[in-house]
């Protein structure tokens, strides 16, 4: 369900400037009505927005809101139950070359034989089978991402031995490494400190706006994504507000969502989610704002 700011205004349709892209350009990713079942439990419940090409989409919930469902789902990994999913016009496919994800789980074993120029380039071989030939247009390629991303510097390390914060930016890199038109990352900073999430986030928006990528980027937490982001989908018990982070993160928006009062407090320059009903506050980013089921 798409919770609209207009109280008189009917649920189940966007929120205002949330439907096709600035200037009427067609959004490289259309999310519509999508619904979700997991083990016969509902998980989404019609979910609408869209992100257009060079556009920055924060995908807020708490854990369990369903964000790494929602990503799966528009990977094609997971059918909806109902509703549809346009990505650039196209049809979905496992192995999409116009999608690029950074999964929320990664393991890196410290004694991989890989270095992380080579991880970077197992993103060109997604669609082909067997080794892959060296190339200098690959190794071309390869490099140019290792850049772009500040990797140089460690791209012939082990990967194992990389920090978090450099892992992370190898996985980006991988990700980015086909040329997507739509970048979905899960949780690419929760295990970063504050200066690493910024980097990261930084690097992520510099290459949205320069490479007209569509960025769609779960987190549990929004504050660190405040400066770039550019729409919102925020998800609470299966249920979506999407919109600019304006219309979206108010008392107002964000209390119908949750179905409870919701305070939303702006401090220097962070913003809390208060639960209302029970004066008591609550970081964004604790797994329920609402002190449920701990
Ligand atoms: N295969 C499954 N079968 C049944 N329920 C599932 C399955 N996968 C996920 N779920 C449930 O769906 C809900 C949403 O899970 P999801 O992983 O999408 O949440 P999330 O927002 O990514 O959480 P987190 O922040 O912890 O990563 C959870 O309640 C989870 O237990
Ligand atoms: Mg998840």
Same mark, same amino acid.
């Given at each position: 369900?798409?919770?609209?700011?207009?109280?008189?205004?009917?649920? $189940?349709?966007?929120?205002?400037?949330? $439907?096709?892209? %600035?200037?009427?350009?067609? @959004? *490289?990713?259309?999310?519509?009505?999508?619904?979700?079942?997991?083990?016969?439990?509902?998980?989404? +419940?019609?979910?609408?927005?869209?992100?257009?090409?060079?556009?920055?989409?924060?995908?807020?919930?708490?854990?369990?809101? $369903?964000?790494?469902?929602?990503?799966?789902?528009?990977?094609?990994?997971?059918?909806?139950?109902?509703?549809?999913?346009?990505?650039?016009?196209?049809?979905?496919?496992?192995?999409? @070359?116009?999608?690029?994800?950074?999964?929320?789980?990664?393991?890196?074993?410290?004694?991989?034989?890989?270095?992380?120029?080579?991880?970077?380039?197992?993103?060109?071989?997604?669609?082909?089978?067997?080794?892959?030939?060296?190339?200098?247009?690959?190794?071309?390629?390869? +490099?140019?991402?290792? +850049?772009?991303?500040?990797?140089?510097?460690?791209?012939?390390? &082990?990967?194992?031995?990389?920090?978090?914060?450099?892992?992370? &930016?190898?996985?980006?890199? =991988?990700?980015?490494?086909? &040329?997507?038109?739509?970048?979905?990352?899960?949780?690419?900073?929760?295990?970063?400190?504050?200066?690493?999430?910024?980097?990261? %986030?930084?690097?992520?928006?510099?290459?949205?706006?320069?490479?007209?990528?569509?960025?769609?980027?779960?987190?549990?937490?929004?504050?660190?994504?405040?400066?770039?982001?550019?729409?919102?989908?925020?998800?609470?018990?299966?249920?979506?507000?999407?919109?600019?982070?304006? =219309?979206?993160?108010?008392?107002?928006?964000?209390?119908?969502?949750?179905?409870?009062?919701?305070?939303?407090?702006?401090?220097?320059?962070? *913003?809390?989610?208060?639960?209302?009903?029970?004066?008591?506050?609550?970081?964004?980013?604790?797994?329920? @704002?609402?002190?449920? $089921?701990?």
């Amino acid at each position: 369900m798409i919770v609209t700011t207009d109280p008189k205004a009917p649920t $189940g349709g966007p929120l205002p400037g949330d $439907g096709t892209g %600035v200037g009427g350009l067609e @959004p *490289v990713l259309r999310v519509e009505d999508v619904s979700v079942s997991l083990g016969g439990q509902p998980v989404l +419940d019609r979910v609408s927005f869209s992100v257009e090409a060079g556009g920055f989409c924060g995908l807020i919930g708490s854990n369990g809101a $369903g964000k790494t469902t929602l990503l799966r789902v528009i990977l094609g990994l997971l059918s909806p139950s109902s509703g549809r999913i346009v990505v650039t016009g196209g049809r979905r496919s496992r192995k999409n @070359p116009r999608i690029g994800y950074v999964p929320q789980k990664i393991v890196l074993e410290a004694d991989m034989p890989l270095r992380a120029r080579d991880l970077v380039g197992l993103g060109l071989d997604g669609q082909r089978f067997g080794i892959p030939r060296p190339s200098a247009k690959r190794r071309n390629a390869v +490099d140019e991402m290792l +850049d772009a991303v500040g990797a140089t510097r460690f791209a012939d390390a &082990r990967i194992g031995n990389l920090s978090g914060g450099e892992q992370q &930016r190898i996985m980006i890199a =991988q990700a980015l490494v086909c &040329r997507p038109e739509l970048l979905l990352l899960d949780e690419p900073l929760a295990n970063l400190d504050i200066r690493s999430a910024a980097e990261v %986030v930084e690097l992520l928006a510099h290459i949205a706006a320069e490479q007209r990528i569509a960025v769609l980027l779960s987190a549990h937490d929004m504050n660190p994504l405040l400066p770039v982001m550019d729409r919102v989908v925020y998800l609470a018990d299966g249920r979506a507000a999407s919109g600019t982070t304006d =219309q979206v993160v108010t008392s107002e928006t964000l209390s119908r969502l949750y179905g409870h009062p919701v305070e939303v407090i702006h401090v220097q320059g962070r *913003v809390l989610v208060v639960s209302g009903a029970e004066h008591q506050a609550h970081h964004a980013d604790d797994p329920d @704002p609402f002190g449920r $089921g701990a």
